[in-house]
């Protein structure tokens, strides 16, 4: 995932984004997502990574992750 986000400029703008929404309305739009990737029938470990999203603890760590390898 971390890889992944890091490497598309449209992935890691909207998973910035996600950083102005409190943990609610953050787990709330992960939620909807996520819902919407198995009605279109998205690969399951994609659903999984927006998923794991919804944790606080998780988010945080991949803003930091992400944070630090970015160029």
Known sequence: MIEVFSGDQDLL??????????????????????????TTHERPELISVVESLKSPLVFASAVRTIESIRP
């Open 13 to 38: 703008s909207w998973f910035f984004s996600l950083q102005q929404m409190s943990d609610a309305v953050r787990q709330s739009h992960l939620s909807s997502m996520a819902d919407g990737m198995r």
